[in-house]
């Protein structure tokens, strides 16, 4: 059963949400985990593909589009199928993706936003419902 963490943080700010998820990728990459980011829509994967190339200064996290490299230690998805990936999923999306079983971990990326605070709550009582490890983290500051 999958480990979700929930990380909520303390601004209604979008493109915080994009910023935090691309760290959490990072560090999850760095400590040598497969990571597939699964996005809401296409324009929410290219600014992620555009972010993760230059979110820091001094370094990237490579990745690729899951459909043309399923073998990518990261990918970021707009579909149904996260392929072989099993280590870490970020969901971006506004669901739980059908596929979220077959991780170990999920990440959930909450911000103040009405929207996506409601989206949240839903997919909360879903993973409870359906028995998974539930945490949250309230960060403080970004």
């Known amino acids: 059963m999958s480990k979700v963490d929930f990380y909520i943080l303390p601004t209604d700010s979008l493109?915080?949400?994009?910023?935090?998820?691309c760290k959490l990728c990072e560090k999850a990459w760095r400590l040598g985990h497969?990571?597939?980011?699964?996005?809401?829509d296409e324009a929410q994967r290219h600014e992620l593909d555009l972010l993760l190339w230059q979110f820091k200064g001094e370094a990237f996290v490579p990745h690729d589009h899951a459909?043309?490299?399923q073998d990518a230690r990261v990918?970021?998805?707009?579909?149904?199928d996260a392929g072989e990936h099993r280590d870490l999923l970020i969901n971006l999306g506004g669901d739980v993706p059908g596929f979220a079983k077959?991780?170990?971990?999920?990440?959930?990326i909450v911000v103040e936003a009405p929207a996506i605070r409601q989206a949240a709550r839903e997919r909360?009582?879903?993973?409870?419902e359906q028995g998974y490890a539930l945490q949250d983290h309230r960060l403080q500051r970004l």
Do not use: T
Request: overall charge positive.
């Open 67 to 69: 459909e043309l490299h």
């Open 34 to 40: 497969r990571v597939y980011l699964h996005c809401q």
């Open 15 to 21: 493109s915080a949400r994009l910023d935090f998820a």
């Open 75 to 80: 990918a970021l998805g707009v579909g149904s």
């Open 124 to 128: 909360f009582r879903f993973y409870r």
């Open 102 to 108: 077959q991780f170990e971990r999920v990440a959930e």
